[in-house]
């Protein structure tokens, strides 16, 4: 492969972690040109590392169209990757990035229409860039790794939550960019609680939880809310994680706020949660096919502001809901 090859781009080699497989090659620049440094499939190894790191090189380079492939590497290595000190918090935020960015990607092929995703995918791209801030600050990109390492899907479904309330969002008249930022960074931490309940009893169906294990489930929003005095979030972001469990008919939880006592992003994302959790395979529970869900948030409508369902309902309008 010869240098200047369009068809590479580079990464920092920390992002590697030894012992871990990826579906990509690594190259080198040797003398002007890219060289084969560890296979795709091969095991990238200690000294593989050590030796990038004796010769001082900061940049390796990986062929585009094994993109997808080291995407999915890096989604999948997420929390360690943030949790390991040793990387330089720039790249780990970098990582962070990028793998949120290919989620959303992911996020947008599986579950939002067509002929709408182009402009909505890069402002959402915008939305999350936006929060880089916030994953900037040592304490909350730690908080964030404890959250993924807890269990990725979680973090998958945070993303899934995040579209989907920044799509219904853009539907609704009067809300600041402000507003949209702090919702996006709200959906994206929704669950964050849920870091304090061990993973057996999250992975447990409800009517096989005792009902101490289900006061624990109870309780995330309040431990969400908790965690968010340790991070700089905006008050609005706060309320997101407290109250995403509150139902417009008042039967919610932790508060039992009715109707508009809740701000309006507290009502998009407690209804988008709910929307993509059965559209998720869940412990015992298949997903539900995006007609099935509306379907059944539909029958129990009182729940969900009537005004916040509808757009829902349009923005998923045009997916595959047959
Ligand atoms: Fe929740
Ligand atoms: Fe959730």
């Known amino acids: 492969m010869a240098e200047g090859d369009p068809k590479v781009f580079p990464v920092s080699p920390l992002l590697f972690l030894p012992e871990t497989v990826g579906e990509f090659a690594v190259y080198l ?45 890096v989604q999948m290595n997420l929390g360690r990757l943030l949790s390991d000190e040793s990387i330089p918090l720039e790249e780990r935020v970098q990582a962070w990035r990028q793998a949120s960015a290919s989620i959303v990607k992911d996020v947008f092929q599986e579950k939002l229409p067509r002929p709408l995703s182009k402009k909505r995918f890069s402002d959402v791209l915008a939305l999350v860039d936006a929060t880089t801030d916030f994953f900037s600050n040592p304490e909350s990109l730690r908080r964030i790794a404890k959250f993924i390492n807890h269990g990725f899907s979680l973090y998958h479904h945070a993303i899934g939550v995040m579209v989907l309330t920044v799509s219904v969002l853009h539907a609704c008249e009067g809300v600041s960019r402000r507003e949209m930022v702090d919702s996006c960074l709200g959906a994206m931490l929704h669950d964050m609680g849920k870091t304090r309940i061990p993973a057996p009893v999250l992975g447990k169906k409800p009517e096989h939880m005792s009902e101490e294990e289900r006061g624990m489930i109870h309780s995330h929003p309040m431990m969400g809310a908790g965690m968010c005095l340790q991070m700089p979030v905006s008050k609005l972001t706060q309320d997101i994680v407290l109250f995403h469990h509150e139902r417009h008919d008042g039967s919610g939880y932790p508060s039992g706020l009715l109707g508009e006592e809740a701000p309006l992003p507290v009502r998009v994302v407690s209804a988008c949660n709910v929307y993509d959790s059965m559209t998720r395979n869940l412990p015992g529970r298949a997903a539900k096919r995006p007609y099935d869900a509306l379907s059944t948030m539909n029958a129990r409508r009182e729940y969900y502001d009537p005004q916040v369902l509808r757009r829902l309902i349009m923005v998923l309008a045009n997916a595959e809901i047959a």
């Open 29 to 73: 620049r040797q003398g002007g040109r890219l060289v084969l440094y560890v296979n795709k499939q091969e095991t990238f190894t200690r000294a593989h590392r050590d030796r990038l790191m004796d010769s001082g090189v900061e940049r390796v380079f990986i062929a585009s169209q094994d993109r997808e492939g080291y995407d999915y590497y």
